[in-house]
């Protein structure tokens, strides 16, 4: 008798946990290259983030805005990380390298908020730029894309018998 594989069970927990984990770490290092880059508040970011939302009136002053801007960010890092889980069976049935996999879902990322999503908001538009697209994917392969298909290999494994 052939036994069968059993895989280790993906569950919101380990979803929700996972995108905690990955919108953290894109926020955290969003925000000190930022910093790094202008010598401005990170505040600026968690506004325009905002700002998507509630248009011009993200930078009024209110004492909200900045806590509206990590709100929606981690609801944009719940959607994507619940989409990946999703989708990772499908893919890991084609691509087994779990680099390329986080190379291919962090560029997907970009490509659906820079070219899909953010036209769509109150966003003031951003130049885009080689250097911009070069930071911005790498951020979201590596502070992303790499965590999610890390966890969702780990859980994915095969049990052992």
């Not at 049935?93 to 820079?114: D, E, H, P």
Request: with cysteine; charged share 10%; proline share 6%.
């Amino acid at each position: 008798m052939e036994k069968t594989r059993q895989y280790g069970k993906i569950t919101t927990p380990i979803i929700a946990g996972a995108a905690l984990l990955a919108g953290t770490l894109d926020l955290v290092t969003t925000l000190i290259m930022y910093v790094l880059r202008t010598h401005r508040p990170f505040t600026d970011i968690l506004l325009f983030i905002s700002s998507a939302l509630f248009g011009p009136a993200a930078f009024s002053g209110h004492k909200a805005m900045p806590w509206f801007g990590v709100l929606i960010h981690y609801a944009i890092a719940f959607v994507f990380s619940t989409l990946f889980f999703v989708l990772y069976p499908l893919i890991r049935k084609g691509i087994r390298n779990t680099f390329l996999i986080a190379v291919l879902y962090g560029c997907f990322i970009w490509v659906i908020m820079n070219l899909v999503v953010l036209p769509m908001t109150h966003v003031k538009p951003v130049p885009i730029t080689t250097f911009g697209v070069a930071v911005g994917a790498g951020i979201l392969i590596l502070m992303i894309g790499l965590p999610l298909a890390i966890i969702a290999n780990k859980v994915s494994k095969p049990a052992t018998a």
